[in-house]
């Protein structure tokens, strides 16, 4: 089993930065790929970013230029540092870990993080 936990959101003032992270533990197989998505309240999930392990990262359009991620392979963690925040940024951000295991590719979510961007 594999555990994936955000952290890091709360509450920044339009232009400001945040840095949000999500951390995967358990029983992990071969990580292929990391990809941020968020939710804001009455709007579907939306992919942000996909990072892959040698630490290649293609991002929404929206986001590119402000956010930047890095994974830390060893700990197993991943960070989106967000600059220059929105308020249509606001969202819980979650985090999809795909691993490959035993021939099957599985994903494991987080419950997310809540990022609020407002004065």
């Given at each position: 089993q594999v555990q994936v936990v955000e952290?890091?959101?709360g509450l920044v003032q339009p232009g400001?930065?945040?840095?949000?992270?999500?951390?995967?533990?358990?029983?992990?197989?071969?990580i292929m790929a990391i990809r941020w998505?968020?939710?804001?309240?009455?709007k579907e999930r939306e992919w942000v970013a996909?990072?892959?392990t040698d630490n290649t990262t293609n991002y929404e359009d929206s986001?590119?230029?402000?956010?930047?991620?890095?994974?830390?392979?060893?700990?197993?963690?991943?960070h989106l540092q967000m600059n220059s925040l929105?308020?249509?940024?606001?969202?819980?951000?979650f985090c999809d870990w795909a691993i490959?295991?035993?021939g099957t590719t599985y994903d494991?979510?987080?419950?997310?993080?809540?990022?609020i961007v407002s004065s």
């Open positions: 952290s890091g959101g400001g930065s945040l840095r949000v992270s999500c951390a995967a533990s358990g029983s992990i197989g071969k998505y968020r939710q804001a309240p009455g996909t990072t892959t986001v590119k230029a402000r956010f930047i991620a890095s994974i830390d392979n060893a700990k197993r963690r991943l929105k308020p249509e940024d606001a969202a819980v951000y490959y295991d035993g494991y979510w987080g419950k997310g993080t809540l990022v």
